[in-house]
């Protein structure tokens, strides 16, 4: 076979891997390409204000701060659920279930993984939803603590997954010299095991957030949406993935409600990826440890 | 004694943490599926829905969740193996391989309703595709892309390297060493890969509700430029636009069991050719 064949398929297979950094950055040009025009007029200030009101009589107002604070109340309620039942989880997968527990266990997550969020919503609008509503005696189970709790359970997966990697990845001698100075087997995981692989664990918490936060449908169908600012768990909010899904639609092309649109996205795209970012250098820090 | 005890609890707490999780799912699934079959029959499948989704079937929105997957597929599989051949087989370290992983992880934490977004502006109105197949195939193609790149890797990445060093030793090109000793062998994990690539983005609204789904349709789609219903966007429409959604309850509940159906299932079709292939391995390592 002659040289040049061999450079043409290298090349093909170049820019197919090429693709990913091409879709990457026509993400970032074509959300900024489709936002920029709002930055001139009516201008950036005007998403720096605490109303959300994008169709009114009177006047609009694309204040963006109730839906980074929606989305970020939702997120934390999430995570604070989501890590007692993720870390213990990986912890149990891998140091204290037995082989055959494990197997047993292991689909379950595995599973829940693969639940589209929108059969999650559904679940949620229709069983949890009532429920969290009698609990609480509220007016509505709609609200913000209906979506954390959804939200963690999706986040779950993605701890275990990579909190559990992370534990095997710590080395066997760790583990082995402790035990044999005689300290317990609970003693060891708390004290070697975990402290060990604590940067993988807090890489795999910092992507479970990033799942979080991105979010959309379950959000959409169990939060209530109201735009407001609160820290109370059982007021509705709006986040910011709920606000483009559900006003996308029906806006009028080019206006500056779709333009405000497309800046929620680049803010909820700079977190996700600041959170993708500083995983990374986790992860990239734990692995290179001996 | 004491200590022990301590030590009993906070076993028995993570397991009661551990199982709490796998009752969620299991009941989740239990009460999909509970609710959820006796709507299933045939007219519930082979129908168009009628009085906006209160009867009828849903054939229509399982018509095009699956031209969407076939389409994003046809897209995404070639790409995805592409570059993970690339990535294991030709690229060096360096600054424009570091590049493309950096994109590939960033691509995999892109929130989907961005993935919507980026759709719309590229695919709907810049390339003119409008809202149709080919608009929400080529969004969701993007979405799986990471993760067939990066399973399909790891499957390249178990192929010994002893069997191309004797391909290249009897003087075989790259090209040649890797259509003959690598591919054959890595296909079947590359497939794994590429299934759960697809099973990650069967279920998802967020992407195709910007880019292709329609509310309703009377018919089916005559071409990759016309709009198609889906499941989950129809689920999302009975369970929230509806004026009365206690008397849709079924239809939703039927709706959610035949999408989690299909998701699970290219999901299980995944797990189980993964235990098949380990086990070959395993078999040929002894």
Request: aromatic share 10%.
């Amino acid at each position: 076979m002659s040289n040049w064949k061999d450079k043409v398929i290298k090349l093909i297979f170049l820019s197919a891997a090429s693709t990913s950094v091409l879709v990457v950055a026509l993400i970032f040009l074509f959300l900024g390409n489709e936002a920029i025009p709002f930055a001139r007029d009516p201008g950036i200030g005007e998403l720096w204000q605490s109303r959300w009101s994008p169709v009114s009589f009177v006047k609009e107002s694309f204040g963006i701060i109730p839906l980074i604070t929606g989305s970020l109340l939702v997120t934390l309620i999430a995570i604070v659920l989501a890590v007692p039942f993720g870390v213990g989880g990986a912890v149990y997968l891998s140091e204290i279930a037995s082989k055959g527990e494990k197997e047993f266990l292991k689909p379950f997550i595995e599973l829940l993984a693969g639940i589209p969020s929108v059969v999650i919503g559904f679940f949620g609008l229709i069983v949890l939803s009532p429920l969290i509503k009698q609990v609480f005696h509220l007016s509505s189970g709609l609200n913000a603590i209906t979506g954390g709790i959804l939200l963690a359970l999706m986040a779950v997966p993605t701890i275990v997954s990579v909190s559990e990697d992370a534990i095997r990845a710590v080395p066997g001698y760790l583990t082995e010299a402790s035990l044999a100075l005689g300290a317990t087997r609970l003693q060891t995981i708390w004290k070697v095991t975990v402290p060990a692989a604590i940067s993988g664990i807090s890489a795999a918490i910092l992507l479970g957030i990033g799942r979080v936060i991105g979010e959309t449908m379950t959000v959409m169908m169990v939060t209530g949406n109201a735009a407001r600012i609160t820290l109370s768990p059982f007021q509705s909010v709006r986040t910011m993935t709920a606000t483009i899904a559900a006003e996308m639609g029906e806006v009028p092309f080019g206006s500056d409600h779709y333009r405000a649109l497309f800046w929620v996205g680049i803010i909820l795209l700079l977190f996700t990826f600041a959170l993708v970012l500083l995983s990374h250098r986790i992860m990239k820090k734990y692995k290179s440890l001996p | 004694m004491n200590r022990r005890l301590q030590e009993a609890a906070l076993i028995w707490l993570m397991r009661a943490l551990t199982y709490t999780v796998v009752f969620a799912v299991g009941f989740i699934i239990l009460d999909i599926v509970w609710k959820g079959s006796p709507a299933l029959n045939w007219e519930f499948l082979s129908q168009f829905p009628r009085r906006s989704g209160a009867e009828g079937g849903i054939l229509p929105a399982i018509f095009g969740t699956l031209s969407l997957l076939l389409g994003s597929s046809l897209i995404a599989l070639p790409l995805g193996m592409a570059s993970a051949i690339y990535l294991n087989e030709y690229a060096r370290h360096g600054r424009f391989t570091s590049i493309i992983r950096m994109a590939i992880v960033t691509l995999a934490g892109v929130p989907s309703i961005v993935f919507g977004l980026f759709g719309l502006g590229l695919f709907v109105i810049f390339f003119k595709f409008g809202a149709s197949i080919l608009a929400g195939s080529l969004t969701l193609a993007c979405m799986m892309l990471p993760t067939v790149i990066v399973s399909s890797e790891e499957a390249l990445k178990t192929i010994p390297m002893s069997l191309r060093e004797g391909s290249f030793a009897l003087g075989a090109s790259k090209w040649q060493t890797i259509r003959t000793n690598v591919l054959p062998y890595a296909i079947p994990g590359m497939l794994t890969g590429a299934i759960l690539g697809v099973g990650r983005v069967a279920g998802e609204t967020a992407p195709i509700l910007l880019t292709v789904a329609a509310f309703y349709l009377p018919r089916l789609p005559k071409s990759v430029f016309d709009q198609v219903m889906a499941l989950p966007y129809h689920l999302y429409v009975l369970a929230t636009q509806h004026p009365d959604a206690t008397k849709v309850r079924p239809m939703q509940y039927g709706t959610a069991l035949v999408l989690l159906l299909i998701v699970l299932s290219v999901n299980l079709g995944a797990i189980l050719l993964r235990g098949k292939i380990r086990k070959r391995y395993a078999k040929l390592e002894s």
